[in-house]
């Protein structure tokens, strides 16, 4: 049984995707397909913001947007269809990965030959080496939430550290593509790796604690 939780409207990307599901769920399309379609759209994105023209690295927000969208109706369809796999379930956790890396990589080698400085490809590099690791500790660290009788699961309420946690982690992560799209708009979107290379390493970490497992949207 899934533990999830949510604050309010948020994650947007849940609620935005829910129209979605119902339009994607009336056509014969597995939710793997719909994960190889958000994997594109990921990698898509990436590519773009590795170019200095401001059309095309909006144009690469929306892709990310997309992305999201889609990461966020293969499961719900999988449930649906009654189609829910171990392999659906590692092939979205890959893409999840390859997505993150390859964004973070492609917005640090962007900024780097906008301005020539180093430091943007290191930012890029540590924003990208956060995720990796983050997603290897998750194949080797497993899910509290898997292991608990269903009745204690759905007595699980956040609370204290954590619903920071949960704050951070969860609905930080699961509506980023938002905080993307913002500050593309802006022309701004550099700000983010500053962010993402120390941020990046804190969610890891958040790993480690006992909230980070118990709780997810």
């Given at each position: 049984m899934d533990n999830t939780t949510s604050l309010g409207v948020f994650p947007l990307v849940r609620k935005l995707s829910q129209p979605i599901i119902v339009l994607i769920s009336r056509f014969p399309i597995t939710p793997n397909q719909i994960t190889?379609?958000?994997?594109?759209?990921?990698?898509?994105?990436?590519?773009?913001?590795?170019?200095?023209?401001?059309?095309?690295?909006?144009?690469?927000?929306?892709?990310?947007?997309?992305c999201y969208l889609l990461d966020n109706c293969d499961g719900e369809i999988a449930r649906l269809k009654h189609l829910n796999s171990?392999?659906?379930?590692?092939?979205?956790?890959?893409?999840?990965?390859?997505?993150?890396?390859?964004?973070?990589?492609?917005?640090?080698?962007?900024?780097?030959?906008?301005?020539?400085?180093?430091?943007?490809?290191?930012?890029?590099?540590?924003?990208?080496?956060?995720?990796?690791?983050?997603?290897?500790l998750g194949l080797f660290i497993k899910d509290k939430d898997n292991q608990l009788p269903e009745c204690e699961q759905a007595s699980l309420h956040p609370n204290g550290n954590d619903l920071f946690v949960l704050i951070f982690r969860e609905l930080t992560r699961a509506d980023?593509?938002?905080?993307?799209?913002?500050?593309?708009?802006?022309?701004?979107?550099?700000?983010?790796?500053?962010?993402?290379?120390?941020?990046?390493?804190?969610?890891?970490?958040?790993?480690?604690?006992?909230?980070?497992?118990?709780?997810?949207?």
């Amino acid at each position: 049984m899934d533990n999830t939780t949510s604050l309010g409207v948020f994650p947007l990307v849940r609620k935005l995707s829910q129209p979605i599901i119902v339009l994607i769920s009336r056509f014969p399309i597995t939710p793997n397909q719909i994960t190889m379609l958000s994997l594109i759209a990921g990698v898509g994105a990436a590519a773009c913001f590795i170019q200095n023209d401001y059309q095309v690295r909006l144009i690469g927000a929306v892709l990310f947007v997309f992305c999201y969208l889609l990461d966020n109706c293969d499961g719900e369809i999988a449930r649906l269809k009654h189609l829910n796999s171990e392999f659906g379930d590692f092939f979205d956790t890959f893409v999840d990965w390859i997505v993150h890396t390859t964004l973070f990589l492609a917005l640090g080698y962007g900024n780097y030959q906008l301005n020539g400085d180093l430091v943007w490809l290191w930012f890029g590099f540590f924003a990208g080496a956060g995720a990796s690791i983050n997603y290897f500790l998750g194949l080797f660290i497993k899910d509290k939430d898997n292991q608990l009788p269903e009745c204690e699961q759905a007595s699980l309420h956040p609370n204290g550290n954590d619903l920071f946690v949960l704050i951070f982690r969860e609905l930080t992560r699961a509506d980023f593509c938002f905080i993307l799209l913002i500050l593309t708009l802006l022309d701004s979107e550099w700000l983010l790796l500053p962010a993402a290379a120390i941020g990046a390493q804190v969610y890891w970490l958040t790993q480690f604690m006992e909230g980070a497992r118990k709780f997810h949207v």
